[in-house]
């Protein structure tokens, strides 16, 4: 990468230890559980997911191993501090010693959280930055049944501080799930609108690992393979959540999407997208969704050969372009796919209000994801992204 300096620090690696794909999958979760030493599970959850009865069944696919199981269902979107420690509380209170996060990015982030405060102590925004633990986090299985946040098998964990309503960023190799469950059957029932979400999730994941300054070969490559996926299969699973091949197909992308970031991290998309969520409790997918072609237009000329690549990985023909042509090209992709799969084409039209851009840019500055974006942004400059997407 051109725009790159060699640094002198050592690069991680951070994946689950076990993963699990395909139809029927999450039927082994009982005795993956068993195998870890687990007696009483916490399944932390959303209501959705409980009342739908899906809960349940995990519950009774732990029986079957003779694993014990208490449902925790106060996973909110965008998760807070509160929900974390309500969860600390029913995780005490039943007596459990291991813990399974059933949903998105929500449940598994909330689970996370709960995780590093039952093993570590304290509260969990004594946990916010980077590798704040000292002890490894109460054992966890994570169970996916969204296609986008890839939450499921990452070191990151985003959780709401109810006080001053930012989005807190703790990433820490500890509170890596130890096996990630994704099965396709899971998916299916999910609506249009939110796989349409979490898929644009994914891909803003993907990009931005691959323009990230801390990007390697390995990044790269599940980057590059989650665009090519996404860009194939993403609209056939919004069209027909029944099509078990797209939902499948949608499970990988993610999941590799995930491999991208959770080690080479992201940028202004996400650390801008985070102060949305904290202020006005918004989907997190579509924030980014919305996001990402004006973040990637300001990031254009530290990186024109990237999203010139990025391009044809969308499946733009670039011949004849210079990498600045077939950035705009890229960008204008991205756009197209945001169209056809139903985003909103702005931030007014989700509730934003112009005289909070500059408290969110402010605070979007002080967000771990912008450590690693190719391009330097004044306030000033977050600021106008932020118009930009109005």
């Known amino acids: ?60 696919h732990l029986k079957k191993a003779n694993v014990d199981s208490h449902i925790y269902s106060g996973a909110e979107p965008n998760p807070t501090d509160k929900n974390v420690h309500d969860g600390v509380d029913v995780f005490n209170d039943q007596g459990c010693d291991f813990i399974v996060s059933l949903g998105g990015g929500s449940s598994h982030d909330c689970a996370k959280g709960i995780g590093l405060v039952t093993a570590g102590g304290g509260n969990i925004r004594d946990y ?13 299985i994570s169970v996916n049944t969204t296609a986008g946040t890839a939450s499921e098998m990452t070191r990151f964990c985003i959780i709401t501080n109810t006080d001053t309503h930012v989005k ?49 070969p390995i990044t790269d490559a599940c980057a590059e393979k989650a665009i090519v996926m996404i860009q194939k299969w993403l609209r056939q699973a919004v069209a027909n959540g029944e099509n078990i091949e797209a939902r499948e197909a949608m499970s990988y992308a993610q999941y590799l999407a995930g491999m991208a970031f959770n080690n080479a991290s992201l940028g202004y998309v996400h650390a801008m997208a985070h102060q949305l969520g904290g202020f006005y409790n918004l989907p997190h997918g579509v924030c980014n969704a919305v996001l990402l072609p004006h973040v990637c237009e300001f990031n254009l000329i530290a990186a024109p050969e990237r999203y010139a690549a990025i391009a044809k990985l969308l499946g733009v023909d ?10 705009y090209a890229a960008i204008d992709a991205i756009k197209d796919l945001a169209a056809d799969v139903g985003i909103p084409n702005g931030l007014t039209k989700l509730g934003v209000k112009e005289q909070d851009l500059d408290v969110m840019a402010t605070n979007a500055q002080n967000d771990a994801c912008m450590l690693t974006n190719p391009r330097k942004a004044t306030h000033a400059q977050v600021v106008e992204i932020f118009k930009a997407a109005m």
């Open 1 to 60: 990468m051109a725009f790159k300096q060699i640094q002198d620090y050592t690069r991680g690696f951070y994946i689950p230890c076990v993963s699990l794909f395909g139809a029927g999958c999450v039927q082994e979760i009982g005795e993956q559980a068993k195998n870890l030493g687990a007696k009483k599970a916490l399944i932390v959850t959303d209501q959705g997911l409980h009342k739908a009865g899906v809960a349940d069944t995990i519950a009774e």
């Open 128 to 140: 916010e930055g980077l590798d704040k633990s000292s002890v490894p986090m109460t054992p966890l």
């Open 168 to 216: 807190m960023a703790i990433v820490d190799w500890r509170c890596t799930p130890l096996i990630a469950i994704n099965d396709p059957r899971l998916l299916v029932p999910k609506p249009a609108s939110l796989t349409a979400a979490t898929g644009m999730d994914a891909l803003t994941h993907a990009i931005e690992a691959y323009v990230s300054t801390d990007a390697t």
């Open 318 to 327: 670039t011949y004849g372009l210079t990498p600045m042509q077939a950035g």
